[in-house]
T-cell receptor, first 114, second 117 residues
Framework: DGGITQSPKYLFRKEGQNVTLSCEQN?????MYWYRQDPGQGLRLIYY???????QKGDIAEGYSVSREKKESFPLTVTSAQKNPTAFYLCASRNLGSELYGYTFGSGTRLTVV | AQKVTQAQTEISVVEKEDVTLDCVYETRDTTYYLFWYKQPPSGELVFLIR??????QNEISGRYSWNFQKSTSSFNFTITASQVVDSAVYFC??????????????FGKGTSLLVTP
């Protein structure tokens, strides 16, 4: 079945370490997105990419980096510059040509700084 | 500025009560899409409905119904005869065609619904 796979489901990071969250889709979707969720804050856009080798900052990009070397993959790196990385991270994708504007979400990665 | 406002942070109802979740949005686009998602405790987002700005027809799907009113920029969601399984966080979201964010969804802060037996 087509969908988005995020891994790992849970991730623990020591302060000062970089960590990379994986997001893979087999839907042949053009656009991919990373959101961060904090309690009571809703989902906020970190980065998005509409085509391979191109990506744009969202509302809260500081302390994060991404790459889009393949259409199906959009990994997110949480760097040591991100002062408060503990959160729930969701990846999404959509087909730009779809009139339905359907978005598909992964099941999320919960990152905790220890 | 917050483009999607869900003023109700938490709602608690007793099973079988009707409950309405409010959503107010702000946009200058004439073409946009509105969404409702459900997030159960497991964390995944479950798609409920999508509406485009040209379709103001209200919709009913089983116990769910949606009231879209462009005049008040609202897209409210009603659950009839609520059940314990409806307990979740519900998000309203906006996607603007002419935005500079790749049609990314702009989410409200969510409303946490608790349905007790």
């Amino acid at each position: 079945d087509g969908g988005i796979t995020q891994s790992p489901k849970y991730l623990f990071r020591k302060e000062g370490q970089n960590v990379t969250l994986s997001c893979e889709q087999n839907l042949n979707h053009d656009a991919m997105y990373w959101y961060r969720q904090d309690p009571g804050q809703g989902l906020r856009l970190i980065y998005y990419s509409q085509i391979v080798n191109d990506f744009q900052k969202g509302d809260i990009a500081e302390g994060y980096s991404v790459s889009r070397e393949k259409k199906e993959s959009f990994p997110l790196t949480v760097t040591s510059a991100q002062k408060n990385p503990t959160a729930f991270y969701l990846c999404a994708s959509r087909n730009l040509g779809s009139e339905l504007y359907g978005y598909t979400f992964g099941s999320g990665t919960r990152l905790t700084v220890v | 500025a917050q483009k999607v406002t869900q003023a109700q942070t938490e709602i608690s109802v007793v099973e079988k009560e009707d409950v309405t979740l409010d959503c107010v949005y702000e946009t200058r686009d004439t073409t946009y899409y509105l969404f409702w998602y459900k997030q159960p405790p497991s964390g995944e987002l479950v798609f409920l409905i999508r509406r485009n700005s040209f379709d103001e027809q209200n919709e009913i799907s089983g116990r769910y119904s949606w009231n879209f009113q462009k005049s008040t920029s609202s897209f409210n969601f009603t659950i009839t005869a609520s059940q314990v399984v409806d307990s979740a966080v519900y998000f309203c979201a906006l996607s603007e065609v002419n935005s500079n964010s790749g049609y990314a969804l702009n989410f409200g802060k969510g409303t946490s619904l608790l349905v007790t037996p």
